[in-house]
């Protein structure tokens, strides 16, 4: 779905003279990608508005773009399985983090997360060529940005910015989540 509207705006584009014919799979990969980022980012931002729920959303979406970033994770096959997961996934850790409170078993699921992103990020896609020291610089801003992210998370729980803590200890889970999506029997071959 998503790689037919992206095939067909490429080539009203191009009808119209806006773009040049000499790139087209470019041009069809660009607006596909476009669409992954802004349709599941739009419905987001309506779902957090209505449950008022924005400043978590906020916290949410740059937290999830900077932990995604640097320790990789599971990719869906089809672009509308990913649009329709994306969406899924970032509702979800919303709905999460406005009903959970920071516990024992989320500060032991974080713990978890931590110590297994650390150690095994990044998850490479194979479609996506990263050279060794690019994994290394992955690996070291990935293990800061953990650290930075788990000193905020003990600073907004001892302020009492519950929704706060456990919205960055969701995110991190989920980014764990996804990373386990990733070494399943099934996915293992698709990922280093």
Request: proline residues 2%.
């Amino acid at each position: 779905m998503v790689e037919n509207l992206s095939r067909h705006i490429t080539l009203l584009l191009i009808k119209s003279g806006i773009l040049k014919d000499d790139d087209i799979e470019l041009y069809i990969y660009a607006i596909q990608y476009l669409f992954l980022i802004i349709n599941p980012t739009i419905i987001f931002t309506i779902y957090c508005i209505a449950t008022d729920n924005t400043l978590i959303g906020l916290i949410e979406v740059l937290v999830f773009l900077l932990i995604r970033k640097y320790s990789g994770g599971y990719h869906c096959q089809s672009s509308t399985v990913c649009l329709v997961f994306s969406v899924i996934v970032l509702i979800t850790m919303a709905w999460l983090s406005s009903v959970l409170k920071p516990s024992l078993f989320l500060f032991i699921a974080l713990i978890i997360a931590d110590v297994e992103l650390v150690i095994k990020g990044p998850i490479i896609s194979i479609n996506h060529s990263v050279s060794d020291t690019e994994k290394k610089y992955y690996h070291r801003y990935l293990a800061t940005i953990l650290l930075l992210l788990n000193i905020l998370i003990v600073i907004t729980s001892l302020w009492h910015l519950y929704h706060i803590s456990s919205c960055i200890s969701i995110v991190i889970i989920f980014c764990f989540l996804l990373h386990i999506l990733c070494i399943t029997k099934k996915n293992r071959k698709l990922y280093y």
